[in-house]
């Protein structure tokens, strides 16, 4: 292991990716797009532009489409359309959701709003046996929150089937239409998916996780919804406030570069086989547990862009230190929770608390090499065997 590496390797890409290149345009639209002026309107038209193109790209109406400042903000404006809804109607979200969903669903049940949780399987994937459960225990139910990739383990939910086999078994039953809704934040752009045929609801995104600047997000949403915060009557009413112009055309621009089919199985398939090579690297050094342990190296069932694994006698967070020190940049899980100790979707998981403290996430992206994952491995090895 060479202790004296020269440059910073980051493995973090689901914390944020390393941003891509855009200028913007070559005369910066800084008008308020709500103003009637010229200058104005030309901050309109280049904001209605942007979203234009993304509609384009992810193959949905432009009107179903809504700038918001990010994944977290996108999935509370979803979540608390409930409190405006009568009869106080209750959600129901996976056990290893992002903390944008679960902490804003508990938000509900403070309100009395009747809030479950869907069991997940050892694998952290919720299965359809158990959501039917949850929805009979929950008959109040109205909005069923599903992620498309968890961003701790990189387990991947399979949202068509999902979604099918649930319309299906409310139909069957005479149950009321659920509204499903889908954080998609690490799965647009990262493994093959078609917002299109997904039969979804709405769904969040976020732009940094796809190289695209912090505070711009989108929100997909099929039929409108209203909205908690009041004021303007900026996208549609449902998210007031002065629209983020530059960040919507640099969102644009990050769909453009990384979000189209071919260009997400290409770079799919380099992940897979480069995450395949970190697991049989990982492999090597005594006492290396995956979570979950049987993962395999080309396991479809996950990400392969994120993965959680534990080693002997380490707690995370010193792992993660030891490895900054050398050049390396590693997590032990969401970003948005790095404060807390607790590991909530390992737990859900069924992992046992001392392995999950020993838990580090690693996260790759598409400038990540074999070169750096074989360092990365190297000095892993170097911090374990020195305890």
Known sequence: MNETISRRIYFDWAATAIPIQFDGPG??????????????????EALEGARKTCARILGVPEHTLFFTSGGTESNALVIHSLLLRPGKPGILYGATEHPSVRENAEILRRLEHPVGTIPVASDGRVVAEALFASLEKFPRTRLVCLMGVNNETGAIHDIPRLVKELRAYQAQRGGPPLHIHCDLVQTLGKIPFSLQEADIDSAAMSAHKLGGPRGIGLLYCRKKIEGLLRGGEQEGGLRPGTENVWGALALAHCLEQRISPAV????????????????QELSRIPGTTLIPAD??????????????????????????????????AVSTGSACSASHQDRPILKAMGVPEELA????????????TEEDIRALVAAIATIVQKG
Request: hydrophobic share 40%; proline share 9%; charged share 20%.
């Open 264 to 279: 997400v199985g290409q770079e799919y398939q380099a992940a897979v086989h480069r995450m395949a090579l970190l697991i």
């Open 295 to 328: 993962r395999a190296p080309e396991d479809p069932r996950f990400s392969p862009y994120i993965l959680q694994v534990a080693f002997p006698n380490l707690p995370g967070e010193v792992m993660v230190r030891a490895l900054n020190d050398r050049g390396f």
């Open 357 to 368: 403290r020993r838990g580090i996430r690693i996260s790759q992206g598409w400038t990540t």
């Open 27 to 44: 005369a910066y639209p800084w008008g308020n797009p709500s103003s009637l002026h010229e200058e104005g309107k030309k901050a309109r």
